[in-house]
Antibody
Framework: QLQLQESGPGLVKPSETLSLTCTVS??????????WGWIRQPPGKGLEWIGS???????YYNPSLKSRVTISVDTSKNQFSLKLSSVTAADTAVYYC??????????????WGRGTLVTVSS | QSVLTQPPSASGTPGQRVTISCSGG????????VNWYQQLPGTAPKLLIY???QRPSGVPDRFSGSKSGTSASLAISGLQSEDEADYYC???????????FGTGTKVTVL
């Protein structure tokens, strides 16, 4: 079955760029039915959608993060990636990658990766 | 500040029925379908309900979803100890042009 796995540094310094990769296995990222997304969850808090990407490179971003976020896709590696610039302690969170089913809009996320904790600290 | 509002907590004894509300607006729940996620302690969220009231394969029929106007609800009937988790509603928001999650509800089995 489809599985997603996040990878990347667990510690990032303030003002630097957070970079994570999601590797998709058990299926192709080149699907016309799905977008691929990032969601984060600060410790003890709720979920926040960061953005999503289609295999062609088309993206949707959370307006509140858009100025700092870049999501890209590498179909040859079956991966997609997140870059979040100028991070602060408020960006400390568990970052999840997930597949989103597309109807006329971005819709439900399933499945999800296990998540990776990224701490922003000097 | 999320645009989808849920009660912070809900509780019940084993076997009881618990309902969680999700209040939104015309640009999200009022215009688009609602999804629900269950997050067990220390784990990633899992899709519980999609398209307002559809259960993915493997989700017990104790879980049901509904939508009316700009609000949605998740009901858990026959509450079990393993249902103790955080629950989030979510939907696309046409005004924000983004996917929004609810504030989350912690369900406790007494």
């Amino acid at each position: 079955q489809l599985q997603l796995q996040e990878s990347g540094p667990g510690l990032v310094k303030p003002s630097e760029t957070l970079s994570l990769t999601c590797t998709v296995s058990g299926g192709s990222i080149r699907s016309n039915t799905y977008y691929w997304g990032w969601i984060r969850q600060p410790p003890g808090k709720g979920l926040e959608w960061i953005g999503s990407i289609y295999y062609s490179g088309s993206t949707y971003y959370n307006p509140s993060l858009k100025s700092r976020v870049t999501i890209s896709v590498d179909t040859s590696k079956n991966q997609f990636s997140l870059k979040l610039s100028s991070v602060t302690a408020a960006d400390t969170a568990v970052y999840y990658c997930a597949r989103s089913t597309v109807t006329t809009i971005l819709n439900w996320f399933d499945p999800w990766g296990r998540g990776t904790l990224v701490t922003v600290s000097s | 500040q999320s645009v989808l509002t849920q009660p912070p907590s809900a509780s019940g004894t084993p076997g009881q029925r618990v309902t969680i509300s999700c209040s939104g607006g015309s640009s999200n729940i009022g215009s688009n379908t609602v999804n629900w996620y269950q997050q067990l302690p220390g784990t990633a969220p899992k899709l519980l309900i999609y398209s307002n009231n559809q259960r993915p394969s493997g989700v017990p029929d104790r879980f049901s979803g509904s939508k009316s106007g700009t609000s949605a609800s998740l009901a858990i009937s026959g509450l079990q100890s393993e249902d103790e988790a955080d629950y989030y509603c979510a939907a696309w928001d046409d005004s924000l042009n983004g996917y929004v999650f609810g504030t989350g509800t912690k369900v406790t089995v007494l």
